[in-house]
C-alpha cells in the first residue's frame, strides 16, 4: 500500500516563529518529493520540491529530506498570518506510471 | 507560467444528467490528471493521461470517463451525475519526467441536486 502520512493538525504557531510540518512515506525507492500550499477554497501550489538529502531553501521556506527514515519535512521561518493554510506532502513512489500520492495535509494557523 | 484552465469555477447540475468538466493546459506537457477533493478524504485520483488518446484509471473511476483527443485537453465526464459526486475537482498538468510536480488549474465546484 502506497501511502503519505501527515498530522492533519491545526498546527498553530504564533506568528514569527518557525513552524514545521512534517512527512513520512511508505516507499523506499521514492526519489522525488513536493510540498503545496493550500489555502482554503483554492487549488494546491507548489511551492518546493526536493530530491536528495539534505536540506534546500528558498526564501523563508526549508525543505528536508531523510531517505534512510523515509521522512521529509518542511520548515517556515518567521511564520506570518498569510501562511495559514493546509500544506501537502506528495511523493513520486517508484513504478506505476510514476503518479504523485498526496497526503491528506497538515492545517496550519499562524496567529498574530 | 503554466497554465491549466478549468471552464467552470462553480456548476450546478441536477441528478442524472451527463456532465463534461474540461481542462486546457498551454505548455505541451504530456500528463494530465483529474482529482476530486473532499473534506476529509484528500485529493483522490479519478483518472489520468500520459499522452493523447491514453487513459488510465486512478483511484476511483467509477462513474466517470475521460477523453484526451488533444495534447492539451482532457477532459472529464460523469456519464450520469448523481448527488455523491458534488465535489470539488482538480484537474492536474505535468512535463513527462517524474522531476516536475503538478501545476493544478484553479478547480471546479460542481454541486449535484
Known amino acids: 500500500q502506497k501511502e503519505v502520512e501527515q498530522n492533519s493538525g491545526p498546527l498553530s504557531v504564533p506568528e514569527g516563529a518557525i513552524a514545521s510540518l512534517n512527512c513520512t512515506y511508505s516507499?523506499?525507492?521514492?526519489?522525488?518529493f513536493f510540498w503545496y500550499r493550500q489555502y482554503s477554497g483554492k487549488s494546491p501550489e507548489l511551492i518546493m520540491s526536493?530530491?536528495?538529502?539534505g536540506d534546500k531553501e528558498d526564501g523563508r521556506f526549508t525543505a528536508q529530506l531523510n531517505k534512510a527514515s523515509q521522512y521529509v519535512s518542511l520548515l517556515i521561518r518567521d511564520s506570518q498570518p498569510s501562511d495559514s493554510a493546509t500544506y501537502l506532502c506528495a511523493v513520486v513512489f517508484s513504478g506505476g506510471y510514476n503518479k504523485l500520492i498526496f497526503g491528506a495535509g497538515t492545517r496550519l494557523a499562524v496567529h498574530p | 507560467d503554466v497554465k491549466v484552465t478549468q471552464s467552470s469555477r462553480y456548476l450546478v447540475k441536477r441528478t442524472g444528467e451527463k456532465v463534461f468538466l474540461e481542462c486546457v493546459q498551454d505548455m505541451d506537457h504530456e500528463n494530465m490528471f483529474w482529482y476530486r477533493q473532499d473534506p476529509g478524504l484528500g485529493l483522490r485520483l479519478i483518472y489520468f493521461s500520459y499522452d493523447v488518446k491514453m487513459k488510465e484509471k486512478g483511484d476511483i473511476p467509477e462513474g466517470y470517463s475521460v477523453s484526451r483527443e488533444k495534447k492539451e485537453r482532457f477532459s472529464l465526464i460523469l456519464e450520469s451525475a448523481s448527488t455523491n459526486q458534488t465535489s470539488m475537482y482538480l484537474c492536474?498538468?505535468?512535463?513527462?519526467?517524474?522531476?516536475?510536480?503538478?501545476?493544478f488549474g484553479s478547480g471546479t465546484r460542481l454541486t449535484v441536486v
Open positions: 492536474a498538468s505535468r512535463m513527462g519526467n517524474v522531476l516536475y510536480g503538478y501545476t
Open positions: 516507499d523506499r525507492g521514492s526519489q522525488s
Open positions: 526536493i530530491y536528495s538529502n
